[in-house]
């Protein structure tokens, strides 16, 4: 940030008093600019025993595969933002099971969001952000092209309690994202 | 937002091509500067079969108890900041044991996430932020005098599964906070 959004006089980095990080403080009405971690809201869609991907058709990871989400946006819950992106990211309906997995990735200030969901019915198709959407059984998942390790996790996580017949919520933290 | 925070120039509202959100962009430089929740992460911080607070000594709630929170900063997870926060406002040492309930406040832009967690050792004293920090048995805690209904509900779901003898993970939305 070089100028303030309020008045548009310049800003400098400085601690404010009682505070103890830099923080972008304008130069001339003293407003302290803070900046925070975004959340990324996304849901995990199934239909029957398959999950739904979508292939982006944006960067980064441009071609390649993810679950369902994005930034969460104003005036709205982290379940309506799961919904929301994923109606626009592959035309889907999915009705919410429960919040199954959050990840903290502090390298780049995001915290995800995952939802289980479920398809209120097997109609989907490639919303704006997506090249394709697809459903795939879980030995279709393409694991060597998916866009992010958080949607890696996610499925692996899934699976695994599937397996296992039960669902547990997860927390986890990565540092350094292998696929990036 | 009525500067762009990169240019200094002018920002008009309207809705990005490609989007279908109101947005505040840059009249000069074309920047999009979108806005989203913040994360407040907090500690249920316990030593024996009590619960320390905080008594608020800042606004808002001025006055009022609360569980340690704040807002989540830059480059860390949110169990960094729900620990940093307890040390900040209770000069107090903790170990997180897992992320117990996450609370949607969409009227105000917030996502809380509170973890439970123990004291290290029974050792606090009252930060810049706090005039009192206390341990308090579940008869003894102040319910009419609680500073945000986040609170009250971290404490009656500790208080609860406890009793019950396992803890389960709470996924809640608040619309209209009681207490604000």
């Not at 975004?38 to 058709?57: F, N, S, T, Y």
């Not at 104003?74 to 592959?90: D, G, N, P, W, Y």
């Not at 099971?97 to 903290?104: M, R």
């Not at 990735?105 to 919303?127: C, D, W």
């Amino acid at each position: 940030m070089k100028f303030c959004p309020q008045c548009g006089n310049k800003t400098v980095s400085l601690i404010p008093e009682g505070d103890n990080r830099v923080r972008d403080v304008c130069d001339s009405c003293d407003l302290i600019h803070y900046q925070n971690p975004r959340i990324i809201a996304g849901c995990i869609p199934v239909w029957e025993d398959k999950v739904l991907l979508c292939q982006r058709a944006i960067h980064p990871q441009k071609g390649f595969w993810t679950l369902p989400a994005g930034f969460m946006e104003l005036a709205e819950t982290t379940e309506q933002a799961a919904i929301r992106e994923t109606l626009e990211e592959a035309e889907a309906l999915v009705q919410t099971e429960e919040l199954y997995a959050v990840f903290n990735l502090p390298h780049i200030n995001q915290v995800y969001m995952m939802y289980r969901s479920v398809l209120l019915k097997p109609e989907f198709s490639s919303g704006i952000e997506s090249l394709d959407v697809r459903l795939f059984a879980e030995h279709e998942i393409p694991w060597g092209d998916l866009a992010f390790e958080t949607m890696r996790l996610s499925l692996e996580y899934y699976f695994q309690d599937r397996k296992a017949g039960t669902f547990k919520f997860r927390s986890t933290d990565i540092n350094k994202p292998l696929l990036q």
